[in-house]
């Protein structure tokens, strides 16, 4: 496989996306280190290295803007932090973790008793080897987060504590990657670029959503598709705030993350329920033969809160392995380049171009013969040898052929029939070819 320009039409198989899989694997390795948050420079380089391999347009959005009930925060940026006891020893370092900090601390440089710092610190006693990740985004605060091993051995001390950070006016930075089709109706990609060292939530979003614009923009497409690269839940709403007149060219939209860890695959659908993104989602996953679960919508979890929010209630569902705060690593440094692997990146990857070909593929024709049964083996379509029953691809000649009335969708068929969407779209190409389909003029409804 040629790795630099693989198409979606080429990832058939999860074997198709092996390769793929270990790239993303590799650039989750390389932004890993990277001291993402909500705002500033680590949203910034990471942006940086998507851009390096999908075109991106880049949106700078200044601190104190209003964006329905919220504001654009203080842009937050960090060089060091550390807890040293008397003798000068290190006893949380910045260095070692960007988990150690929690996000958004304001700066701070103190001398502190050991109570007094305890007030500061944050642990997981029932993992006393995991650094937690807490954030204090929309309340002034400064804290610590360390291995409840290491907080139980801190002694009766003065601790000199620095924060070396800084809150300012600047900007909340988001990124677009735009791929027009040959409708203008869109697909949206979400994924959240504001988590620090954690390999699953979000480096594995990131890198999924760049495979797959990578791989998006070889193909033909129908359908027009707009990756964007945002801070969670502040970035979300920011990006619906600016973008309010354009959401409804959003036909179907999946919001990606946690794509690495070796869950099950998990569709939760949008707050519609019957979007025509839940229907194709559940239909893909249900036919790969991979272990899945359907998932209902719930006002909690990442982005498609936003998304499913009344006031739009746009059909976007979201794409994840184990959900949020579905696995016990979640939201600790034990979410590192360890839990995830390529292979699960595979799996992810290839269920994600499946339900996006799934998506641009659909359409809705009408058999030119109707009455009874065109007689396929005259065109080459059929078996020339009685006897035996049809084969997988005949199997899906026939239920194209039944139920093509002008008004069923090939999803609607793919659901009704349980035969895999990729197989009933070939059979439609072929009877498209054969002259015994035409395309309805009936336009399918996009959601
Ligand atoms: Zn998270």
Redesign the pocket.
Known sequence: MNRENVSLEKLKSREDCTALGERAYEFVREIFPICRSITGEGVRQTLDLVGQRIPLTRYEVPSGTQVFDWQVPLEWNIRDAWVKDSSGRRVIDFQKSNLHVVSYSTPVRESLSLAELRARLHSIPEHPDWIPYRTSYYKPNWGFCLRDRDLQALREDRYEVCIDSTLCAGSLTYAECYLPGASAQEVLIFT?VC?PS?AN??ASGIAIATELARALGDSQRALSYRFVFSP?TIGAITWLARNEHNVGRIAHGLVLGLLGDPGPLTYKMSARGDATVDRTAAHVLQSLGLPNRIVPFSPYGYDERQFCSPGFNLPVGRLTRSP?EGYPQ??TSADDLTLIAGEHLAESLYACARVLAALDGNGTYRSTSPKCEPQLGKRGLYRPTGGKGPGPFEHALLWVLNQSNGERSLLDIAERSAVPFDVLRSAADALLAAGLLTESVMEASPT
């Open positions: 959240h988590h954690l939530d979000n969670g949020n979640y939201h």
